[in-house]
T-cell receptor, first 114, second 110 residues
Framework: DTAVSQTPKYLVTQMGNDKSIKCEQNLGHDTMYWYKQDSKKFLKIMFSYNNKELIINETVPNRFSPKSPDKAHLNLHINSLELGDSAVYFC?????????????FGPGTRLLVL | GQNIDQPTEMTATEGAIVQINCTYQTSGFNGLFWYQQHAGEAPTFLSYNVLDGLEEKGRFSSFLSRSKGYSYLLLKELQMKDSASYLCAAPFGGYNKLIFGAGTRLAVHP
């Protein structure tokens, strides 16, 4: 059974399009995250939700909008895609919020904007 | 401020021991993580240190010195499958925000 799953795994799209990435976790965790890993392999936190409530909102363009319909799902919608959005986007979850919690990562979504 | 530094690349021989260092500058530090990431895959948890000293877990051990802002990951009896990036990560400034280093890419050769 997949613990943290993401769809799609690959996403190739044109500049200016709008796209969504979905994430689901079946671990019963309360907290979920979105990270961006760029070509230099830096893994940077974007957003975090705890039980559907936004708790971390880093400095990202407002073209990125997360949504958590329930605590097992966290989606990421991106409007007006730009070339610089090309990266791998990882979803993660942890049992609780708090900086001592181990995070479990999904397989990643490889986004390429042309 | 917040900063995590680790070497970009390392190479080692199968069967050998390698130490990957990580230094950090932080506010509100309360523990340090090591994650392993194979190429094209997700990061996976290796270790978490909150107290000073060495924590051993099989072939992998992790060390922390809070006063020096320093940690290392020690990999023994290296295997080819240990070729991966090793990410040092520490929480900063409060609520559940994990900051990752750029990762150390380890290549294990026969």
């Amino acid at each position: 059974d997949t613990a943290v799953s993401q769809t799609p795994k690959y996403l190739v799209t044109q500049m200016g399009n709008d796209k969504s990435i979905k994430c689901e976790q079946n671990l019963g965790h309360d907290t979920m995250y979105w990270y961006k890993q760029d070509s230099k392999k830096f893994l940077k936190i974007m957003f975090s939700y705890n039980n559907k409530e936004l708790i971390i909102n880093e400095t990202v363009p407002n073209r990125f909008s997360p949504k958590s319909p329930d605590k097992a799902h966290l989606n990421l919608h991106i409007n007006s895609l730009e070339l610089g959005d090309s990266a791998v986007y990882f979803c993660a979850s942890s049992p609780l919020p708090g900086t001592q919690e181990t995070q479990y990562f999904g397989p990643g979504t490889r986004l390429l904007v042309l | 401020g917040q900063n995590i530094d680790q070497p970009t690349e390392m190479t080692a021989t199968e069967g050998a021991i390698v130490q990957i260092n990580c230094t950090y500058q932080t506010s509100g530090f309360n523990g340090l993580f090591w994650y392993q990431q194979h190429a094209g895959e997700a990061p996976t948890f290796l270790s978490y240190n909150v107290l000073d000293g060495l924590e051993e877990k099989g072939r992998f051990s992790s060390f922390l010195s809070r006063s020096k802002g320093y940690s290392y990951l020690l990999l023994k009896e290296l295997q080819m499958k240990d070729s991966a990036s090793y990410l040092c990560a520490a929480p900063f400034g409060g609520y559940n925000k994990l900051i990752f280093g750029a990762g150390t890419r380890l290549a294990v050769h026969p």
